[in-house]
Structures are given as structure tokens and as C-alpha cells.
């Protein structure tokens, strides 16, 4: 971390901030920004529902330690100092930890799995039934990671929304913004729609499906190794859990036959009684990411555009919002995420 202490960022402190996009990450720079005695206005393109945000669709998992598997340590850092930043600011986080479990034939998986991740205890079917006892027996042993937590997108959203007025922010629905054209201090969340500013940002199609039970009960998220990709359940409220995420690299926004074979297959092999349980909603979202999958923080002037959070939205949008606002206060630099032109 690099300090640049002068005049101009004491400055940009009295100046009025707009931030545009409100996905996850648009909403924590607003509410950090709100809370330090910025004047926020977040402006949002669609309506409060915010069906057109890759947020919408996320499984709101802050997995810093899971996520470890398959991801750069940057992840894991941001990951963590996030996971505070998530307890301290929103009390509706739940932090009952994550469960990994495998099948025999993915036993080379799982191992490896724990091989490549930290702050995890392994379980035996006794300590399985004490905190899981849907799970039922069904698995043999599983990884605990009890430090992780989870939110329910589509609720936490509209809770940050409330904070940020609560601080003082104004948010604009169906409010279309363009980066360049807007005087000050200019914080650019667009997600994919950002690709004026990123040529190289893709996305990368996430499809999950929402199902409804009352047969089962589950207090963290659990995922099931499986060959291809990351499969996990979440629980929701109402008796709703969500099953998710393919990665596919593709930009349309079907749901293929086969992965809805494939994610419901694996909420079957988690617990039968996932095969009674009525489909409340199909659908999928684009990740917005870069070409090594990791988030940036670009500065150009007064503008500062943040984007690239890829899988990890909820789980890195708080840190990040946190390196943007210690540059606007003390001109602090993070080298592995932040670039200035
Ligand atoms: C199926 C799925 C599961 C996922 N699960 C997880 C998970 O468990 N944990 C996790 O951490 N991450 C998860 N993710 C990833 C996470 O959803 C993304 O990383 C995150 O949503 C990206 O947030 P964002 O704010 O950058 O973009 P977005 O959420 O896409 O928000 C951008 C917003 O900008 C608005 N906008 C665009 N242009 C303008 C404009 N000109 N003016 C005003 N508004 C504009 C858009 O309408 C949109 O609302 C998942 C993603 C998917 C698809």
C-alpha cells in the first residue's frame, strides 16, 4: 500500500460524488462514501428490483476461504478484510460458516479441495447430523469452514439502499448516467454495460435455479465437488434455496437443458427430498470479468471506475470500496488492484 498525502485529495473530500450502478459494488461505495461525509448520489438504470444487475442473480456467498481453490490470493485478501467490513456494517449477514461434502467417486476432488484451501475442520457423520441434520447420514465426512457467511442478494441490496439514505446518500432509479458526461467526482459500477471504458471485460454466464421445500433445512451454504464446476445449495428464506452457479463462457441468457439437469441433479445427491421440491425460478446472470479474473480499480483523474468482481461481488465489493475510499481521503494506493493512468 502506497501513501500519496497532499492537498488534492484533501480537497476531493468537499467535493459531491456520484456513483453509477447500483450492483453490489456501486451500493458499498456508495454507503462507505456516505458514511464519510461524501455527497453520494448513486443513480441506477433500471428500477429497484434490479433485475438488470449480475447482482441479482448472485448466490451471496463471502467464501474468501472455499474460493481459495481456484482463485489468485488477492481474492482471499480482500475476501477477508470483507468479511469484517460485512459484520460490522450489516447486521442481516449470516456467519454460520460453509459445508463442502463430496461423493466416493469425487474423493480425489474433495481432498485436493482441502489440500488447496485454509480455515476448514474436517467432519465425521456425527458432527455432520449436530449441525446439518437434514443431511441425514448421506455423507460420510465433510469440510467446515466455520468463519465463512452468506447473504440473500435480493434482500441485502435494498438494506444497503436503506443505509446509504440513512447516511445521507441519494439513490436515483431509472436513472441511465454516462461516465463522461457527468461533472466531480465520478465512482463508474456498470458491470458489463462498462465495456466503453474496458474493452477487454466479458461475461461469463452464471445459471442457477430456486427451488422451495419444507422437508429440508439447512443453515449454510453447501457445496457438492463436482468435476466441472463450483455446485453449491444456499439456503433462503420461505423454505427457498438456491442451487447454483454454472460458469459457462457465453453471453446470452438462456438456461440450457443440461445444466438444469445438471444443478438439479446435484440438489438430489445432496438430499432426495430436493425431487419433490417445486422450481420457483430459472434463470442466469453475467459476471463481469476480466481476462485474469480478478477485480480493478481504475483511476483517471476524478474518475474511478471499479469493475471485473467477476465470481466474487459480494464477497470482494466491500474491500474494494474501502481501497477506494482510503484514495480519495489519503491518496492510498493498493498496487494488485489499483491502476492510474
Ligand atoms: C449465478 C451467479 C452466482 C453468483 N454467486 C456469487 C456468490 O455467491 N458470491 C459472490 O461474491 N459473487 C457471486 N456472483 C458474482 C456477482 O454477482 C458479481 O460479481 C457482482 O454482481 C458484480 O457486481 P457489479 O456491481 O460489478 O455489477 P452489476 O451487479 O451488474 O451492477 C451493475 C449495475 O450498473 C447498472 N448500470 C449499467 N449502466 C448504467 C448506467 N449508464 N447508468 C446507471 N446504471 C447503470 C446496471 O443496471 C446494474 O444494476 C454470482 C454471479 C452469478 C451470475
Redesign the pocket.
Known amino acids: 500500500m502506497v501513501q500519496q498525502d497532499n492537498a488534492t485529495h484533501h480537497s476531493m473530500q468537499q467535493q459531491p460524488v456520484t456513483v453509477?450502478?447500483?450492483?453490489?459494488?456501486?451500493a458499498w461505495h456508495a454507503l462507505l462514501l456516505a458514511e464519510a461525509g461524501f455527497a453520494v448520489k448513486l443513480?441506477?438504470?433500471?428500477g429497484p428490483a434490479?433485475a438488470?444487475?449480475?447482482?441479482h442473480?448472485?448466490?451471496?456467498?463471502?467464501a474468501p476461504y472455499c474460493e481459495a481453490e481456484g482463485s489468485e490470493p488477492t481474492i482471499t485478501r480482500l475476501g477477508e478484510r470483507s468479511l469484517a467490513l460485512w459484520r460490522e456494517q450489516v447486521p442481516e449477514a449470516r456467519f454460520q460458516g460453509s459445508l463442502v461434502v463430496a461423493h466416493a467417486r469425487d474423493r480425489a476432488d474433495y481432498e485436493r479441495f482441502a489440500r488447496m484451501t485454509i480455515n476448514h475442520r474436517r467432519l465425521g457423520v456425527e458432527d455432520i447430523d449436530e449441525i446439518e441434520p437434514s443431511l441425514d447420514g448421506r455423507f460420510r465426512e465433510a469440510l467446515f469452514f466455520p468463519d465463512e457467511g452468506h447473504v440473500e442478494p435480493r434482500r441485502v441490496l435494498p438494506q444497503i439502499f436503506d443505509r446509504i439514505r440513512a447516511a445521507g446518500g441519494a439513490i436515483e432509479f431509472h436513472?441511465?448516467?454516462?461516465a463522461k458526461d457527468t461533472p466531480g467526482i465520478v465512482i463508474d459500477?456498470?458491470?458489463?454495460?462498462a465495456r466503453d471504458t474496458f474493452p477487454d471485460l466479458r461475461g461469463v454466464k452464471?445459471?442457477?435455479i430456486i427451488v422451495e421445500t419444507g422437508e429440508i433445512e439447512l443453515s449454510r451454504p453447501v457445496r457438492l465437488m463436482h468435476p466441472r464446476w463450483p455446485l453449491y445449495i444456499i439456503p433462503r428464506e420461505d423454505n427457498r434455496f438456491m442451487i447454483?452457479?454454472t460458469s459457462i463462457e457465453r453471453e446470452d441468457s438462456g438456461v440450457s437443458v443440461r445444466s438444469a439437469l445438471e444443478l438439479l441433479s446435484a440438489a438430489y445427491a445432496v438430499h432426495p427430498a430436493f425431487a419433490e421440491a417445486r422450481i420457483v425460478e430459472i434463470g442466469?446472470?453475467?459476471?463481469?470479468a476480466f481476462p485474469d479474473n480478478l477485480p480493478r480499480i481504475a483511476i483517471e483523474g476524478q474518475r474511478i471506475a471499479v469493475?471485473g468482481?467477476?465470481?466474487?461481488?459480494?464477497?470482494?465489493?466491500p474491500a474494494l470500496a474501502e481501497l477506494t475510499l482510503g484514495y480519495l481521503q489519503r491518496g492510498a494506493i493498493d498496487n494488485e488492484v489499483m491502476q492510474c493512468a
Open positions: 453509477i450502478g447500483a450492483g453490489i459494488a456501486g443513480h441506477e438504470r433500471s434490479m438488470q444487475a449480475a447482482s442473480w448472485a448466490g451471496g456467498m463471502l436513472s441511465e448516467q454516462q459500477c456498470r458491470g458489463l454495460a452464471g445459471e442457477e447454483g452457479a442466469s446472470g453475467l459476471r463481469p469493475n468482481l467477476y465470481r466474487h461481488g459480494f464477497l470482494l465489493a
